[in-house]
């Protein structure tokens, strides 16, 4: 999401926060008596009933179902929408999984995938949007799936609508999106409106206007591991909860994941949301925003935060419009942030500084403890005189100390081309 604060200053007197046939062989010379053939057709006949009654009548159907079997053309240029959204139907009709082959398949418009399987051969596999208003292969209902193939995203205008985004995961329930290659896109990239129980897993995705993935409108119980997000055009990996969301964004973990070179906004963010936990991640934000952003939000009508966890990550270069991990409250009242620990995290040349309380609402229950700061300045400083902290066992060492990143940088999917 857009940093709140483009505008204007934080406070006057601290820098500006901008912020996946068998037969008989020729030695057979006897011939078969009637009866015994007889007979052995017969049992034939029953072995193959016994197999259909046992393993049912998938014996009978493909186990994939092919969207050129429906009319696509992998060209690059050939609008397929209707075809692939009719394979998908039949597939969610026939229980069969829906094969993305190898071409460019383009499309004009957004797609719906309800509850079942789509999946590529892995590069060569590739999903073309040509609408930059409909770019969305849309992932619906319960046990659905996006793996192992490609999508390139169109547009050079942000948009800010779920139809806009590349995979728009709209409200599913036990879902996975894996192994997914996504190039641009005019708003997000992986777009969790209100899923439940997902996987969102080696992932690459790369380039888009908007944030890389996010979760909001509710997502709960999601677990966001190894991706790859690189020149994310806002936030890299983000949870977003709006005082108009009946239910806050809650149960998140974003782990192993690598963000680089953003254009613009933070590397990890939570802006209104609880039970949130950022692990093992490496993030190096060359923009001059936050590596870790952690706020409720007057100016976007954030909810609460409450119980985030940023635990052994590695974060580099963050700054120097904000501290490397900044918490941010700037709504006063009834809205506040609590619960945050930062522990055991590696803080690599931040440029301001490593830890920083911003804003003037109540931020309680803060632990900040045994991180390592790798700078020629102070650990962290406050700036909200409504925000207390508990700090222990944090160290500053010379920069030049610092030798290796404590998470290496990695992820992303898997096949040729990531």
């Known amino acids: ?136 292969l849309t992932l619906t209902g319960n046990g659905g799936s996006i793996s192992n193939l490609v999508m390139i995203g169109t547009g050079n205008k942000r948009n800010v609508t779920y139809q806009s985004a590349m995979i728009w995961v709209n409200h599913a329930t036990n879902f996975t999106v894996q192994n997914v290659l996504i190039n641009g896109g005019s708003c997000v990239g992986i777009f969790d409106a209100g899923g439940q129980a997902g996987l969102i897993q080696n992932n690459t995705v790369e380039n888009t206007l908007a944030d890389s993935i996010t979760n909001t409108n509710g997502a709960s119980n999601i677990l966001i591991k190894g991706n790859h997000v690189i020149h994310s055009g806002d936030d890299g990996i983000s949870n977003n909860s709006y005082l108009s969301d009946p239910v806050t964004v809650h149960g998140i973990t974003i782990q192993g994941n690598t963000i680089v070179n953003n254009a613009w906004g933070r590397g990890l963010e939570v802006s209104g949301g609880t039970n949130i936990t950022f692990q093992g991640n490496y993030v190096d934000n060359l923009d001059g925003y936050a590596d870790m952003y952690i706020a409720s939000e007057a100016e976007w009508h954030t909810q609460n935060v409450a119980t985030i966890n940023v635990k052994g990550n590695t974060f580099m270069d ?67 005189s409504n925000a207390s902290a508990i700090e222990s066992g944090n160290q500053v060492v010379a920069p030049s100390a610092y030798t290796a990143p404590m998470v290496a940088p990695g992820g992303g999917c898997l096949f040729s081309g990531c």
């Open 318 to 384: 963050g700054g120097p419009n904000q501290g490397s991990a900044i918490i941010y409250n700037s709504e006063p009242g009834s809205t506040t942030v609590s619960g945050v620990t930062i522990s055991g995290n590696q803080f690599v040349k931040p440029r301001l500084t490593a830890v920083q309380l911003a804003g003037k609402g109540s931020e309680t229950g803060i632990v900040v403890q045994n991180n390592m700061d790798y700078s020629s300045s102070g650990f962290g400083f406050s700036s909200n």
């Open 1 to 136: 999401m857009k940093s709140p604060l483009e505008r204007r200053r934080l406070f006057s007197a601290s820098p500006e926060i901008n912020f996946p046939l068998s037969g008989q062989s020729q030695s057979d010379t006897c011939v078969p008596h009637h009866h015994f053939t007889t007979h052995r057709q017969l049992a034939s006949h029953v072995f193959i009933a016994a197999l259909l009654f046992l393993f049912g009548s998938s014996i009978a159907k493909a186990t994939n179902c092919s969207i050129t079997s429906f009319g696509a053309v992998g060209d690059g240029v050939t609008n397929n929408a209707g075809a692939i959204q009719n394979a998908f139907n039949y597939a969610a009709a026939n229980k069969c999984t829906a094969l993305i082959p190898a071409g460019a398949f383009a499309y004009r418009g957004t797609l719906t995938a309800r509850g079942i399987a789509v999946t590529g051969t892995g590069a060569a596999s590739i999903l073309k949007a040509q609408d930059t208003n409909n770019e969305a």
